[in-house]
């Protein structure tokens, strides 16, 4: 199994420029989410899936829309770029809500010029 | 969720038993006590979880003490890739998917050659 990627790994934008985090799980997992990572402020939950087709925003959602068509695909979407949106994005994926593990991905760097 | 402190860093021999220590006073009958790292650059890898009891997996052990206030992770032979950020986290699971994984500063952990 790969587990869980995510690409690009790094990624520079313009102010109001758009783009998709891609996130893939080959685990079969129902449940998957994306924090945000920034200097000092542990990790924050942006949105969040319990399975395909359902979709929720965790804590700091705005300026990020999800969709969950498939099992296997999360994808992030920036909507219009900030510089507060700079920051390590990760994905992650689990069985199944509650569950005690979550598996990360490696990480995307995005940088908001 | 509990808050937890832990110390900001700590170095180990290589070879040695790494003892890491975890407060959290103020958690309730159903908190679970999670550890996590972050080894540089990359995501949040899950490493050990418990309640109640003592718990030993492939990667480490967990000591709770009986009245639960504070933990210690013990990795009982460290090398070098265990140099990492360590993360010791209580929360319940949650049925309804919006997890705060709320990681904090943890303890910087390098391992000595």
């Known amino acids: 199994n790969a587990g869980v990627t995510q690409t690009p790994k790094f990624q520079v934008l313009k102010t109001g420029q758009s783009m998709t985090l891609q996130c893939a799980q080959d685990?079969?997992?129902?449940?998957m989410s994306w924090y945000r990572q920034d200097p000092g402020m542990g990790l924050r939950l942006i949105h969040y899936?319990?399975?395909?087709?359902?979709?929720d925003q965790g804590e700091v959602p705005n300026g990020y829309n999800v969709s969950r068509s498939t099992t296997e695909d999360f994808p992030l979407r920036l909507l219009s770029a900030a510089p507060s949106q700079t920051s390590v994005y990760f994905c992650a994926s689990s069985y199944s809500i509650g569950t005690d593990t979550q598996y990360f991905g490696p990480g995307t760097r995005l940088t908001v010029l | 969720d509990a808050k937890t402190t832990q110390p900001p860093s700590m170095d180990c021999a290589e070879g040695r038993a790494a003892n890491l220590p975890c407060n959290h006073s103020t958690i309730s009958g159903n908190e679970y006590v999670y550890w996590y790292r972050q080894i540089h650059s990359q995501g949040p890898q899950y490493i050990i979880h418990g309640l109640k009891n003592n718990e030993t997996n492939e990667m480490a052990s967990l000591i709770i003490t009986e009245d639960r206030k504070s933990s210690t992770l013990i990795l009982p032979h460290a090398t070098l890739r265990d140099t990492a950020v360590y993360y010791c986290?209580?929360?319940?699971?949650?049925?309804?998917?919006?997890?705060?994984?709320?990681f904090g500063t943890g303890t910087r952990l390098t391992i000595i050659p």
């Open positions: 899936s319990v399975g395909a087709g359902i979709t």
């Open positions: 685990m079969n997992h129902e449940y």
């Open positions: 986290i209580v929360r319940v699971p949650r049925e309804d998917g919006n997890e705060k994984l709320t």
